[in-house]
């Protein structure tokens, strides 16, 4: 399969793009840092705005699903998260790629209540900007004409460091993952191999589904 990683350069693009090539897949590796993408063995590296959808058809030409985990926290630029879901909801069908993997937040998740985690009291007032932009990025995903193939996954709460240990699990919906202690958690490298699972099997096409164990 070929493969468009969109924020390459960051840590959780990068372990999805090294996933994907430890799978055996050909990668693009599109990001904002050159020096991070060259230290990737990928296919081809390219760069472009992610919110412009004449910029970004380009380099995604020719594969056949892309990927998207941009975040803009050294500027804060949440805007840049739904503007990637509308400039690639545009994009893909003009160069005709179907498949899109949105890697989404987990703050638009719901509790066992039914409450979204970003609306609880508790919810860290830091991070209140970036789970509605991407809230708004999935709303853009949903309300979408259905010719871009989409799906969007959220990690657990608590998005934490470490390799793929395999035992996750995944379920479609807007519902958290909790373990047996009531915890929601996932590491890096099992949010990435969550990914490439669902591009390989495609189990939750249109779809938000949730990641964790």
């Known amino acids: 399969m070929r493969i468009a990683v969109i924020g390459a350069s960051g840590w959780l693009g990068g372990a999805i793009a090294r996933e994907a090539l430890a799978r055996g897949h050909e990668v693009t590796a599109i990001g904002r840092d050159p020096a991070r993408l060259a230290s990737l063995e990928v296919t081809a590296v390219a760069h ?98 259905g010719v871009v193939e989409w799906s969007y996954l959220s990690p657990s709460p608590m998005l934490i460091p470490g390799e793929k240990n395999g035992n996750y699990r995944v379920r479609a919906g807007d519902r958290a993952l909790v373990d047996e202690r009531g915890e929601s958690r996932i590491a890096a490298g099992d949010l990435a ?21």
């Open 193 to 213: 191999a969550a990914a490439l699972d669902e591009l390989e099997q495609n189990r939750f096409p249109g779809q938000r589904f949730t990641a964790g164990y």
């Open 48 to 145: 472009a705005d992610v919110t412009d959808p004449a910029a970004i058809a380009g380099p995604v030409k020719g594969n056949d699903a892309v990927v998207v985990a941009v975040v803009d926290r050294a500027n804060e630029n949440w805007d840049v998260i739904p503007r990637a879901a509308a400039a690639l909801l545009e994009a893909l069908p003009m160069v005709g790629v179907k498949r899109l993997l949105f890697m989404g937040g987990a703050g638009s998740l719901e509790d066992e209540s039914g409450v979204r985690l970003v609306d609880k009291p508790d919810f860290p007032p830091e991070y209140v900007p970036e789970a509605l932009a991407q809230a708004e990025a999935l709303a853009a995903l949903r309300k979408s004409s």
